[in-house]
């Protein structure tokens, strides 16, 4: 295998498990999420839409419906997981890991995607 698409399809699953991770506890912990966006100064009205919003683009993503939507889709992928990650660091709770490692994925298979499906 092309160590490419290795790389496309690896940081792929990895921000995938990592948003369903998010999504399920958007949607299960609602309000433990809802105490973590207040301490990060978020307003807790978003966790719903970002739990949709993330579901929707890694159907963009998976499902290949329009090249138009899955660039949005990597786009609120990238900025979601940015903002995660200086949340994460601002607050010094040590817990910037999974925004790191999914930032890193977006970048890596929104770049190696395009090379292996022109």
């Known amino acids: 295998m092309d160590i490419k698409k290795l790389l496309y399809w690896l940081c792929t699953g990895v921000l995938t498990a990592i948003m369903l991770f998010s999504i399920y506890n958007y949607f299960f912990h609602h309000e433990a999420v809802a105490v973590f966006f207040e301490s990060y100064q978020y307003p807790t009205y978003l966790v719903y839409p970002l739990a949709i919003a993330k579901l ?61 499906r022109p």
Not at 79 to 108: E, K, R, S
Request: charged share 5%; proline share 0%; net charge neutral.
């Open 56 to 116: 929707l683009g890694l159907i963009a993503i998976w499902f290949n419906f329009s090249s138009f939507l899955k660039e949005w889709a990597y786009a609120g992928f990238f900025f979601n997981t940015l903002l995660a990650l200086v949340a994460h660091l601002q607050a010094q709770d040590g817990g910037y890991h999974f925004a790191m490692v999914a930032l890193v994925c977006v970048i890596i298979s929104y770049f190696t995607g395009k090379q292996i």
